[in-house]
């Protein structure tokens, strides 16, 4: 999955998926990703908000679909 980078309100440096819009309706692994530092995540909901990241223990880890509700996903 690629990701790019934004500017939040706060200042801080986010990352947001870009994703192909057939992979976002094709998901079967319930992929998720982190706003804060740009991993994907499995085994996530599609509509979760706030998991706690795996990989830098942010509570910013969101379902691929909510991403994409909330205009912080790019779809291609």
Known sequence: MRKETYVAKSGRTMYRPVISEKS?????ESKGFCIACGQTAYG???DARRYTCEHCAE??????EELVMMGLAKVR
């Open 44 to 46: 996530v909901e599609p």
């Open 24 to 28: 976002l309706y094709s998901d079967s």
């Open 59 to 64: 509570p910013r880890v969101y379902g691929l």
